[in-house]
Nanobody, 121 residues
Framework: QVQLIESGGGLVQAGGSLRLSCAAS????????MGWFRQAPGKEREFAAA????????YYAASVQGRFTISRDDAKNTVYLQMNSLKPEDTAIYYC??????????????WGQGTQVTVSS
């Protein structure tokens, strides 16, 4: 198993930036594909970004492509989501997820508790 703890959320003005972090503990972090999802108020959870266990490929939702960047640091057991040019519609709870077999906009086996991101207009 792996435990995931997100951090870095907060309140930011439109056009600003935030970097989310997801620290993993438990079994070998480097063997996990990692993803970021988000859930806005009154909406279903949606895929935002993902990265393979090797870091060789990344995937993005169309709504965040070109503004968000996912990366990982296996030495720190951490995956990041750099969010630039934030918009009010990016307001959501952001969740980190891990899976040894699947990657992308798919179900993941492990989830964090989430971190709130609020973008003011």
């Amino acid at each position: 198993q792996v435990q995931l703890i997100e951090s870095g959320g907060g309140l930011v003005q439109a056009g600003g930036s935030l970097r989310l972090s997801c620290a993993a503990s438990g079994r070998s972090f480097s063997s996990y594909n990692m993803g970021w999802f988000r859930q806005a108020p009154g909406k279903e959870r949606e895929f935002a970004a993902a990265i393979t266990w090797s870091g060789s490929r990344s995937y993005y939702a169309a709504s965040v492509q070109g503004r968000f960047t996912i990366s990982r640091d296996d030495a720190k057991n951490t995956v990041y989501l750099q969010m630039n040019s934030l918009k009010p519609e990016d307001t959501a709870i952001y969740y980190c997820a891990a899976d040894e077999r699947r990657v992308g906009d798919v179900p993941y086996d492990y989830w964090g508790q989430g971190t709130q991101v609020t973008v003011s207009s």
